[in-house]
């Protein structure tokens, strides 16, 4: 079945570092891929999305890049904030069926 | 956007009672979803609930603990049943598009 691998964390920096979370993905066909964020205590948010190899998604400064040659979705920020702590969690979603499958989530601590 | 709406957004429930959650999505869809974060933990697929036909559960969910009302294409409820500690989590509703996923803001449901 799908599924989704994310580097392992939590990961800590200081602010205005570069930031890079990896993810990976196995699925059958033609998935959409995704980013999450979820803020401590507060519910599930889309941070970007691609639906298509070589399409980029981005927002906030975050962007990632469908990789379908490296089946991978690797998660960048130029230069993190404090307010950027939160878990990450990069998913899947199948065309058809329409269900979602979620990596294990990288938890970002940023320093000022 | 789309807008999905859950109730109770919140519970303290006594073990072994029940919790039921309520899911109303803005338009309507053949499948809706129900994911489960444990606490520190990703989210993990529970059932695809299909509008005039029995839910498909995952592998390790049970439709005795877990049973899902589809009554239209626009609404679903999960309950989680006899409750333990051990179901203290996060419940989650989800329509998806062929190319995107919604979620509720979620359930925080906690047993005692």
């Known amino acids: 079945g799908d599924s989704v691998t994310q580097m392992e964390g939590p990961v800590t920096l200081s602010e205005e570092a570069f930031l890079t979370i990896n993810c990976t993905y196995t699925a059958t066909g033609y998935p959409s891929l995704f980013w999450y964020v979820q803020y401590p205590g507060e519910g599930l948010q889309l941070l970007l999305k691609?639906?298509?190899?070589?399409d980029k998604g981005s927002n906030k400064g975050f962007e990632a890049t469908y990789r379908k040659e490296t089946t991978s979705f690797h998660l960048e920020k130029g230069s993190v904030q404090v307010s950027d702590s939160a878990v990450y969690f990069c998913a899947l979603k199948e065309t058809n069926a329409g269900k979602s499958t979620f990596g294990d989530g990288t938890t970002l601590t940023v320093k000022p | 956007s789309a807008v999905i709406s859950q109730k109770p957004s919140r519970d303290i429930c006594q073990r072994g009672t029940s919790l039921t959650i309520q899911c109303q999505v803005d338009?309507?869809?053949?499948?809706m979803f129900w994911y489960r974060q444990q606490p520190g933990q990703s989210l993990t697929l529970i059932a695809t609930?299909?509008?005039?036909?029995?839910?498909?559960?995952e592998s390790g969910f049970v439709i005795d603990k877990f049973p899902i009302s589809r009554p239209n294409l626009t609404f679903s409820t999960l309950t989680v049943s006899n409750l333990s500690p051990e179901d203290s989590s996060i419940y989650l509703c989800s329509k998806g598009t062929v190319t995107e996923a919604f979620f509720g803001q979620g359930t925080r449901l906690t047993v005692v």
């Open positions: 691609a639906t298509k190899a070589d």
């Open positions: 609930a299909n509008q005039g036909s029995e839910a498909t559960y």
């Open positions: 338009s309507q869809v053949t499948m």
